[in-house]
């Protein structure tokens, strides 16, 4: 099974920002990440895709295949779904 995650760290969560501080919401999102692939991890998932604007962004303990697209990150999403379809 592979697993795609979503992920932009810059200005994210903005829906936060009246009680949150883009440093705090950057490192909100950061915690989210690891949270997630620890848990696909732990139910035996270990195929993952992130798609991100910004790969540097992805933290390097992250054992993850990086797709890098700077696009809007819903239409990244659209279009690496469609590629993905056809990989598999």
């Known amino acids: 099974m592979r697993a ?3 992920y932009k760290k810059e200005n994210a969560k903005s829906r936060l920002s009246t009680v949150m501080t883009r440093e705090q919401r950057e490192t909100f999102v950061e915690k ?3 949270d997630v692939v620890a848990t ?6 270990r195929n993952l895709d992130i798609i991100t ?10 054992k993850a295949n990086i ?3 700077d696009t809007d990150l819903n239409d990244c999403l659209n279009v690496q779904g469609q590629i993905l379809r056809f990989k598999f």
Request: charged share 30%; hydrophobic share 45%; net charge negative.
């Open 4 to 6: 795609v995650i979503p």
């Open 40 to 45: 696909l991890n732990e139910g035996g998932i």
């Open 53 to 62: 604007p910004k790969a540097c962004d992805v933290k390097k303990e992250v």
């Open 32 to 34: 989210m990440l690891l």
């Open 67 to 69: 797709i890098e697209d």
